[in-house]
Each structure stands twice: as C-alpha cells, then as structure tokens.
C-alpha cells in the first residue's frame, strides 16, 4: 500500500475510462464519468496516491456501437493510438493499472501507454471492470506489452457495481 505522505508516493493509479454509453442488461445507458474512472477514483482515494489518465488524441464515440465499432478495429489491426497525455510512470514502483474489458482485453490506448513506459522493476496491479467477462486474457496482453514488469493479482469489477467497490478494493489492496 501506498505512504499517504505525497512526498514518499511509491505507487500511482492509471486508469483509461470512456464515459457516455454502456450496454447493460439488454438496454442502453448513459454515464459520465465512466465505470473505471469511478473504481480508478476509489482506488487511488484508498491508496493515498496520484491517478492519472490515459487520454485518446481521437476520443472515443460516446454512442456505445461507435465504440465498439472502432475497439474491433483498432484491436483486429494490433493499432496503437495516439495519446494526448500518456503518464510517466517512471517515478512508481508500483502501478496501479485500472481498465475496462474490451472485447475480451485491454482497450488498445492502454497497449500504447504500456508500449510507451520502461517496466523492468515495476509491478502491474490490474483492475478490469467488465460486464461478465471478467479481466478476460487481458492480464497476457498486458504482460506482453510491459515487458520486465511483475503482474500482480488482478481485480475483476462489474462496470455497474463500480460506485460500490470500496470494500472490494480494501480487500485487494490489503
Ligand atoms: C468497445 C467495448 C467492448 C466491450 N467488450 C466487453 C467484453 O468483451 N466483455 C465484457 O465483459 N464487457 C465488455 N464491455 C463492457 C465494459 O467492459 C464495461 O462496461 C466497462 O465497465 C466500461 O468501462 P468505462 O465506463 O470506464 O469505459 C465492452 C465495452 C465496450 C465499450
């Protein structure tokens, strides 16, 4: 667990998170912010530490097919798109790397961040929100692109449950 004094931060949260449309139980919703900020928020309140976002330079259709559309995309052509804030985590032992599941695994815009960042010596908290598939092979890919970095146990939340996952949280980060 993080110091709580900023001075001696040894982690950092970094979350990638589209607000606007989901698809939950069969109908569409709308939210702002989205699910994995929500969780991304708790986290790093619980931690004591900075979060930081993963910010698309295109971003993302806030109409849920749109979004979709373009995640297969982006993921079928192996994209890496371009960020207009990418973190540095290179101060952070440990990073705390909040997602939601796309299409089985990560969001591509979190692939270009780990492609971007030096990972030997560093360790990988996953969190994955999802709506049933769980942290899918996400924790595979992320450990191909983050070459050198440990991979911690990851931490599967339901995107609607993301407003009440302190105790989940507390419990993982023991
Ligand atoms: C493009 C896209 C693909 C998704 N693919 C999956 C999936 O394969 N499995 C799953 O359980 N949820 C899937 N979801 C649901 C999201 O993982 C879930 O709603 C998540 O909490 C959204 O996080 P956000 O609001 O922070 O963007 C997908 C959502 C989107 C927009």
């Known amino acids: 667990m993080c110091n709580s004094d900023p001075a001696q931060e040894l982690c950092c949260v970094v979350f990638f998170s589209v607000p606007g449309e ?3 139980n069969g109908r569409y919703e709308e939210r702002d912010p989205g699910n994995t900020k929500v969780a991304a928020t708790i986290l790093s309140e619980a931690l004591g530490c900075p979060a930081m976002e993963i910010v698309p330079k295109d971003p993302y259709p806030r109409k849920y097919r749109g979004q979709v559309e373009r995640a297969k995309k982006e993921w079928v052509e192996s994209k890496r798109p371009a960020l207009s804030f990418c973190p540095d985590i290179s101060d952070y032992p440990d990073v705390y790397l909040c997602y ?3 299409c089985g695994t990560i969001p591509m ?4 961040f780990l ?6 010596g560093k360790t990988i908290h996953p969190l994955c929100t999802n709506e049933g598939s769980g942290m899918g092979t996400s924790i595979e890919m992320i450990g191909r692109c983050a070459s050198g970095a440990l991979i911690g146990a990851g931490l599967p939340i339901r995107g609607t449950d993301a407003g009440s996952c ?3 949280i507390e419990k993982w980060i023991g």
């Open 22 to 24: 989901t698809y939950v």
């Open 100 to 102: 939601p599941n796309w």
């Open 109 to 112: 815009p979190v692939a270009t």
């Open 115 to 120: 492609d971007a960042n030096i990972w030997e």
């Open 166 to 168: 302190q105790g989940l």
